[in-house]
């Protein structure tokens, strides 16, 4: 089966016994592993390239550069904006919806074909040089699900500037840090974004970062929504119509760039408070985007994709836009809840609207529809037959929604499992190359580039069916992350340096007899949101930033809808008047100021201490077990029993 190389790295390679084998996957799976240099050439055709790559993998090459990862597509040259776009419309699909806007808010729709995409964001491109911003620098998109989000998008990569999109739900402090880390010359960003209760205004927010960040972009152009006006500031600040008018600047032709040139920076959650930028490359992106949407997600040009997510999120970078567009699909780009806005029917108002094959979106989308409409009676007032799978994506899927799921719409729904440093799924059934039985619990096998592997502690694979480290065995697949802005000594130690040859994912779990993943959850401080990766360390940073609190601990609980929601248990500082119940109030008004509402932290427990072991580690686990009911192993290195003892009512309460 599998064997242990002499660097500690494992040799990659698959022996599948039962359902999975002996298939398309099995077989795609096999040669992406054992020969990735001819899987990859031959993916890489699907792309248009300017300079075409003489190899995949140039293992010298990289280790003369020193880059921690593995650099896909060396030495070749490409677009990515021309092959999302200009190829379409060259090839006669100019007419062709390439973006369809769906606001669940104002009723509003918008369908911007291939040509007309190509037009607006060929205009803001030519607006950006003029501003100044060149080949490689960067470009922050602070806007909310508008269809000018994917057109700054496309506009940054017609140019080679890289674009750091920060999700409309974060809070000044976390839109300074991503400025900050980032150094755009220009900010894109709008008066306002919209929520069902009410109109966030963006500018505010803005400056409030732009206060507190130690950079400061050269100019904010700024999309003007009737919903809410902006003050704009003269000579920093420009009209996003105006800048971008037919005339205004000639617009941009695309710009030639290397295949490993960064086309954009997510910053995510990792385990410190400090957002970690994974840097995604033109070439290796391109190639595995524009494989990923028939193979695995089983759609063709010209077929709709609805994906409900945030093009502030990894999901929404690689299947609202590039995926989609790549591929030459129409992506619907859905401004509303999956409940509220106005009803739990809104999702499939939206897939039957516009006739779309695939709606991807999070687990939690679902559970909340299904708690308003259990029957999924509003679906049934909707033509869904243009429906072919519901693709789950972002934290766990548990069994009972996927059954729920599954039975109420008739069609498979597919789990699948990845994150913003791997960009497309790791494990996901591949319903383009097979349809593979679907198991619940478990987004299925890996996608072909993967090579899972499960650790024990010490860095020893264990059988089939043991829980472990869930592990990536490298070279990771073209797609991933090309590294971390500004540096890959946080990617080392985060994710390379604990078993040599492997990327350590942070999630734990197991793989079955036959080869199916299952996630169980992360092993390290991440939470997970309603699908959104927040770090304990960021939250916590938050907390105890109020004058009133010494010290803090959150954890993330399990909760019925949202999959985890945080909790904060604070100690006071000494000498403090302020009542326990102000503070644990201030603490969750400060920790929507800081961090964002999404967050959603909404109870805060004062506490007389924390436990910790002798050197002075927070038991954030066991804290973490004992409220999710579970039987928290209780590490022999604590200090004080007696605290987490005194804990317990608490965090069973
Ligand atoms: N901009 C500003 N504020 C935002 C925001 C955004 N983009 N997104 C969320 N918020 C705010 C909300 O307005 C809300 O504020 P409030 O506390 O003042 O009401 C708060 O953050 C929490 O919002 P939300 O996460 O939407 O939770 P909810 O309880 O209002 O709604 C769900 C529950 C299930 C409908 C919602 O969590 C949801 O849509 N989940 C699906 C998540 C998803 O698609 N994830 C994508 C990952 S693939
Ligand atoms: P993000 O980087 O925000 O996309 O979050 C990635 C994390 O979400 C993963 O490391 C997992 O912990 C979790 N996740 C994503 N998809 C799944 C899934 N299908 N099953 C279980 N967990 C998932």
Not at 55 to 82: C, K, Q, V
Not at 305 to 321: E, K, R
Not at 417 to 425: A, F, H, L
Not at 623 to 649: F, K, M, N, W, Y
Request: glycine share 10%; charged share 20%; with cysteine.
């Amino acid at each position: 089966m599998t064997t242990q190389g002499s660097d500690g790295g494992a040799t990659r390679g698959t022996a599948r016994t039962g359902v999975a084998s002996g298939g398309a996957w099995e077989a795609a799976h096999r040669e992406s592993l054992e020969d990735p240099e001819a899987f990859w050439m031959r993916a890489a055709r699907d792309v248009r390239w300017i300079r075409r790559p003489t190899s995949a993998l140039d293992p010298a090459a990289d280790a003369a550069e020193g880059s921690a990862l593995p650099r896909w597509f060396r030495g070749a040259t490409l677009s990515t904006a021309f092959n999302c776009l200009d190829r379409h419309v060259i090839a006669g699909r100019g007419e062709q919806p390439a973006l369809v806007h769906h606001s669940a808010y104002t009723g509003e729709r918008l369908t911007l074909t291939y040509a007309e995409l190509l037009d607006h964001s060929a205009r803001l491109a030519g607006t950006l040089r003029e501003l100044g911003v060149g080949k490689g620098d960067r470009v922050v998109v602070y806007l909310p699900m508008v269809p000018e989000a994917v057109v700054a998008m496309l506009a940054c990569a017609r140019i080679g500037a890289v674009h750091s999109v920060v999700f409309g739900g974060f809070a000044a402090a976390e839109l300074a840090a991503r400025i900050d880390d980032a150094q755009p010359v220009v900010v894109l960003t709008a008066s306002c974004g919209l929520e069902p209760t009410r109109v966030v205004e963006y500018m505010p927010l803005l400056e409030a970062a732009l206060a507190r960040a130690e950079h400061a972009p050269a100019h904010c152009v700024v999309l003007q929504r009737p919903q809410a006006r902006a003050e704009l500031v003269p000579g920093r600040d420009l009209d996003w119509r105006e800048a971008t008018r037919p005339g205004a600047a000639p617009p941009a032709e695309c710009v030639e760039v290397a295949a490993t040139d960064p086309l954009y920076v997510l910053h995510t959650s990792g385990t410190t408070g400090r957002p970690k930028g994974v840097v995604r490359d033109h070439g290796g992106h391109a190639v595995a985007l524009t494989w990923s949407v028939p193979n695995l997600f089983g759609l063709e040009p010209g077929d709709v994709v609805l994906t409900a997510s945030d093009v502030g999120w990894v999901v929404g970078h690689s299947y609202i836009v590039y995926g989609p567009l790549l591929a030459g699909c129409t992506t619907v780009l859905y401004e509303g809840k999956p409940v509220g806005t106005p009803d739990a029917g809104a999702l499939w108002r939206a897939v039957a609207e516009h006739g779309a094959s695939v709606l991807l979106t999070a687990p939690t989308a679902v559970r909340a529809i299904r708690a308003q409409d259990p029957d999924l009676a509003l679906a049934a007032e909707h033509d869904l037959s243009s429906l072919q799978a519901l693709y789950l994506a972002g934290e766990r899927l548990d069994p009972d929604t996927w059954a729920w799921a599954g039975e109420h719409l008739g069609v498979p729904v597919v789990d699948n499992w990845w994150q913003t440093e791997t960009g497309w799924p790791i494990a996901c059934s591949p319903r383009g190359l097979q349809e593979l039985p679907l198991r619940p619990g478990s987004p299925s096998v890996p996608s072909p580039g993967y090579d899972v592997r499960v650790l024990d502690s010490a860095g020893q694979e264990v059988p089939p069916g043991v829980e472990g480290a869930l592990c990536l065995t490298l070279p990771l697949p073209p797609g991933t992350l090309a590294g971390v802005w500004g540096g890959d000594e946080v990617l080392r130690a985060s994710s390379l340096d604990a078993h040599p040859g492997y990327y350590v994912t942070g999630d734990g779990g197991f793989v079955d007899d036959d080869g199916y993943v299952h996630v169980l959850g992360r092993t390290d401080d991440v939470i997970s949101v309603a699908g959104h990766r927040l770090s304990a360390g960021q939250l916590e940073a938050a907390v105890v930033g109020h004058p009133d609190v010494a010290e803090c601990a959150v954890i993330g609980v399990a909760d019925p809808l949202k999959g985890q929601e945080p909790r904060a248990l604070v100690v006071l500082a000494g000498g403090t008047t302020t009542s326990p119940q102000d503070v644990a109030a201030q603490v969750v008004q400060r920790v929507r100021e800081e961090v964002g509402p999404f967050a959603a932290l909404r109870r805060v427990d004062v506490v007389a201490a924390l436990p910790k072991t002798r050197s002075g580690k927070l038991l954030r686990k066991t804290l973490r077990e004992i409220a999710d009911g579970v039987d928290a192993v209780v590490p022999s290195t604590i200090e004080d029993r007696s605290v987490l003892e005194d804990l317990r009512p608490v965090l069973r309460g």
